[in-house]
């Protein structure tokens, strides 16, 4: 079952892959058989010099420059080496057009196909290495008992966030298990200890990797489409005009498909002169299939992330209470962390209210990655993790020939 899930995110980057390369190549063929390759590096050009000078944007601006360089150099670079491939007999009937736009097509997948995971990793850690502060005085530390088993690829961090809550990210090649603030003041050492046992297995098990990167996809694609999603709708003019988001939500859905058809427009023109089809069909076709493979794929691996998730939460669980050898003590964590009982005193910044930046970016966060947030989940009922760890309770007394009666693992 865990190979058909990993084989289920490789089909969801290769369906990404897929529709973006689609996009590109559309975008650039028809206006390099058109005119002259050159003639679409100088609005990329444009953009990359423009982008420079922001500090934000920095190199990202260059990515436009780059894909068109790359286009450029296989669509000519094809040209150049039709004679000599011709001479050797290969591609004899094949026009030097079809020649062209095949190399383009296949530079264009190469990058494609290496380029999205490393940008989704790397944005997707981006984000959570501005959300998570290094805090050596709130991180709990992992037991010497704990820290010969945890690979080096493994830190801990905190989180600056009031309501309790423990997680990991795992990539495969890094590792973060995040205690809140909240966490770290609602759990005593032994559920802390406890709790560090349960993702210190997942990070051993490389149980979470696939749960990353299912869910990286879903962060990286939510933000092209939360502008067309997201529920709340902050009206401007002082909030005196509101509007109902069952009324704003279809405007959203038409403008992004109006814009799309704008921008879709001259491009895939050329290329339904090409193929000789309806340019005003293909370009609503192209505007609507983008939104609509936007919401599609965010969907598919936001619940793919969840179903991952859901399927390991009873077994970490388990190995986790094994590890530490206390199935009460993650018991009690487990049962603080679902209801959110923060014990202990806060401290001045808890009652600070956070700015609005800071408070969206955690929030954020934290539900991009919701598939990987097992305190608190909702996925598998708190009742049965309880009861499980009951199960796993009485093994341990058995075997060690005491009865625990620190505390209880009853609802």
Aim: net charge negative; charged share 20%; hydrophobic share 50%.
């Amino acid at each position: 079952m865990r190979r058909v899930r990993l084989l289920g995110v490789v089909a969801l980057y290769a369906a990404t892959a897929l529709a973006a390369l689609v996009v590109l190549a559309s975008l650039l063929l028809p206006a390099m058989v058109a005119i002259h390759p050159f003639a679409i590096l100088v609005p990329s050009g444009y953009v990359a010099f423009g982008g420079l000078e922001g500090d934000d944007k920095r190199l990202l601006f260059l990515v436009p420059l780059a894909v068109c360089l790359l286009a450029v150099g296989a669509f000519l670079g094809a040209g150049a080496l039709e004679p000599t491939v011709r001479s050797v007999g290969a591609l004899d009937g094949v026009g030097l057009e079809t020649i062209r736009t095949a190399a383009t097509v296949l530079a264009l997948g190469v990058l494609v196909t290496v380029s999205l995971p490393v940008v989704v990793g790397w944005y997707a850690w981006t984000e959570l290495d501005d959300t998570a502060v290094e805090d050596s005085t709130r991180s709990p530390d992992l037991p010497d008992r704990f820290a010969v088993q945890a690979p080096d690829r493994l830190s801990v961090v905190s989180l600056d966030d009031p309501d309790p809550a423990v997680y990991v990210v795992d990539d495969g090649r890094r590792a973060v298990l995040g205690f809140t603030a909240g966490a770290t003041r609602a759990l005593d050492d032994r559920e802390r200890e406890a709790v560090l046992a349960r993702e210190l297995t997942r990070v051993v098990d490389r149980e979470a990797a696939a749960s990353f990167w299912a869910s990286a996809l879903a962060f990286a694609a939510a933000r092209l489409v939360d502008p067309l999603s997201t529920p709340v709708y902050e009206a401007r003019a002082g909030d005196k005009v509101r509007l109902p988001y069952w009324f704003v939500a279809p405007l959203k859905i038409v403008g992004a498909v109006v814009a799309l058809v704008l921008f879709f427009g001259f491009p895939i023109a050329g290329l339904a002169a090409l193929l000789h089809v309806n340019a005003v069909v293909l370009v609503f076709g192209y505007a609507v299939a983008t939104v609509a493979a936007g919401f599609g794929l965010t969907k598919a691996a936001r619940w793919l992330a969840q179903d991952l998730a859901t399927d390991a939460v009873l077994t970490a669980d388990e190995h986790g209470a094994v590890l530490a050898g206390d199935a009460d003590a993650l018991a009690n964590a487990l049962r603080k962390l679902h209801t959110g009982a923060v014990d202990g005193p806060r401290t001045a910044s808890d009652d600070e209210p956070a700015t609005t930046a800071a408070s969206d970016r955690q929030d954020d966060t934290l539900d991009a990655f919701d598939g990987l947030v097992h305190f608190p989940t909702d996925r598998v009922p708190v009742e049965d993790r309880l009861d499980a760890l009951d199960d796993v309770a009485d093994r341990l007394d058995d075997r060690t020939g005491t009865h625990s009666t620190t505390g209880t693992t009853s609802a």
